[in-house]
């Protein structure tokens, strides 16, 4: 396997380890490929498939109770103790993993149209989102994420090799007026993918 040092890591002018609104990033941080995949406001579901012909699969990780990750609590307005439904799903293409998900939806956002957030199986739950009109996001915030936060973590605990960083964004739906918080988390494999296709057109 190749190394996973992310030769082509963007400049970190700024505090790229923290939460940061797309919008304030200036773009010449962020490579194309990097940048158009972080900012892509399309269902991620259909880019995937798109891109790999329908050949990516996707594997349900854990959906069940739990609570939220401390930062998790602030774009929701919830307390750390509060019950939120968790689905956590990892993209994989050609045996590499790509994308690490979670959607953490609150107990309060339970109600009768959206509790079929909670009975979806192993279906993507983008399937579900981005085909009903009920639906809003708000903008992308992007971050990095280090070998010492919790989502790095629980993504690379299968991986016999790890890379030094991630990168990931994160927004918050509302869903029939009703909040939940999408994270996606990109591993180097897709952003290698995405500059081959690029040198190819």
Not at 127 to 147: G, M
């Amino acid at each position: 396997m190749k190394n996973l040092s992310m030769q082509h890591t963007p400049s970190q002018a700024i505090a790229l380890d923290q939460w940061q609104n797309c919008q304030l990033l200036s773009h010449t941080l962020l490579p194309k490929h990097y940048q158009e995949l972080l900012t892509d406001n399309d269902s991620l579901t259909k880019k995937l498939r798109n891109i790999t012909n329908g050949t990516i699969q996707h594997r349900l990780y854990f959906a069940d109770w739990s609570k939220p990750d401390a930062d998790e609590c602030q774009p929701l307005n919830i307390k750390p103790d509060e019950k939120v439904w968790l689905r956590e799903i990892e993209w994989i293409n050609n045996q590499q993993l790509w994308v690490y998900a979670r959607a953490v939806i609150p107990e309060t956002s339970l109600t009768d149209e959206t509790a079929q957030l909670t009975e979806l199986g192993n279906r993507s739950v983008g399937d579900l989102l981005f085909s009903d009109p009920n639906l809003t996001r708000n903008a992308f915030e992007i971050c990095r994420i280090q070998a010492n936060h919790s989502y790095y973590d629980r993504a690379c605990s299968e991986r016999a090799l790890t890379p030094s960083e991630l990168w990931a964004r994160r927004s918050v739906f509302s869903f029939y007026g009703k909040p939940l918080l999408v994270m996606e988390m990109f591993f180097p494999e897709i952003f290698e993918y995405l500059a081959q296709q690029g040198q190819r057109t």
